[in-house]
């Protein structure tokens, strides 16, 4: 059994970045990998990366076939850059294998090759990420047609009819890129209410457009069973007490995603689970067990990207720092959903602010009010943001609208920073540019 000073299983985000930062420390590295098509991680792989790049190309009307081929060009060339950004390091070894615990710090793995590999480390993190929650309802899973967000985006052809099930950010994103491309897309939603957290009238907005491009949402659906027919797949479902049935090429699963630790034996070293199946952390993302910690999407929480590279900086801290930052430091995470045109959110809405007994000012500007919108010849969208009456201080902001991705950014450094809107509403912004909304959005 050979002794390891740190052992980091998985090739994510946060475990790259570790294992890069450790190994300038001179300190010695084992990165276990299960599959050599996800060196860097789920985000340039499957995910984050990829999806943009299909968005993209189908905004630009590239055919399905040849976005997929350029996609896959783009992921193989990150892929690789990943892989040498830590083979290439003296004290990195990069192996590949399926890891699992068989003691407090041991971990064996399995390699490619049927051997198998013993280690001990002094220091063990665990970044395995997530996996597609498939819902158990009778024939799904064992549906020939069924895709998974990895799959649906390594398709040889266009599916001509296109059934999503999940109308959540994943889904919705997909359903804008494959009606983009053409596909004739059904979303199927168990909840009768469009993105209940949104505020309604940006929920409203949001449906209008999608339903614009084509997409067709069947809200309040209980699904009942799949069944797959020679060259088709039939969803059952019953809607308001009547039964239906609605029949497609493909079918996607949109349902979320879990942690990913099956076969990992974490009970062997006293890893103890959530409820839910997520690793459970304490704020500075320790396990249960003693020097092991969790990154990335499998401690649960967002499955944000920038939030692995965080998880990596409360360890570097821990390790080389100071040991102040915590997990709950984090107060103001922008996210956005990659829609037509994109949604963007950081802090408060109107819903959450009243549920909060929140007292708010509100703020709201119709894109079609700002220049560059007409520029871009695409006015569609409306900008909110909500402010304490009292301080000043931004609560939070939903952004519909195109690059809301990036002008998000600006509020949450202003909300970090605790910057009142004024800054915002005062500021000199070149124009034509969205960033100029902000002086009308807070007038």
Known sequence: MKQVKNIIIGFGKGGKTLAKYLAGQGEEVLVIEKSAQMYGGTCINIACLPSKRLIIEAAEGTEFVDAVGGKNQMTAFLRNKNYHMLADEPSVTVLDGTAKFTGSHAVSVLTKNGQREDFTGERIFINTGSLPVILPVPGLKSSKFLLDSTAAMNQQELPKRLLIIGAGYIGLEFAAMFAKYGSQ???????????????????????????????????????????????????????AGQAKV????????????????????????????????????????????????????????????????DDFRIIKDQLH??????????KVLPYSVF??????????????????????????????????????????????????????????????GIESYELINQIALAMRAGLPYTVLRDAYYTHPTMSEAFNDLFK
């Open 185 to 239: 897309v059904t979303v199927l939603e168990h909840n009768p209410v469009f993105l209940p957290r949104e505020d309604e009238d940006i929920a409203a907005l949001v449906k209008k457009d999608l339903e614009d491009l084509g997409v067709k949402f069947i809200l309040g659906a209980d699904l009942k069973g799949v069944a797959d027919g020679e060259a088709e797949v039939s969803l059952t479902y019953e809607l």
């Open 246 to 309: 609605i029949k497609g090429d493909r079918v996607l699963a949109a349902t979320g995603r879990k942690a990913n630790t099956a076969g990992l034996d974490l009970e062997k070293a006293g890893i103890q689970v959530e409820e839910r199946g997520n690793i459970k952390v304490d704020d500075q993302l320790k396990t249960t067990a003693k020097n092991v910690w969790a990154l990335g999407d499998v401690k649960g929480g967002l499955q944000f990207t920038p939030i692995s590279l």
């Open 321 to 330: 720092g100071s040991g102040q930052r915590r997990v709950s430091d984090r």
């Open 339 to 400: 829609i037509d045109p994109a949604l963007s959110v950081v802090g408060l809405n109107e819903k959450s602010a009243k549920q909060a007994g929140k007292n708010y000012q509100l703020f709201k500007l119709p894109v079609a009010a700002i220049p560059k919108a007409r520029v871009a010849k695409d006015p569609r969208g409306l900008f909110k943001a909500l402010v304490d009456p009292e301080t000043g201080l931004i609560l939070g902001a939903t952004l519909y």
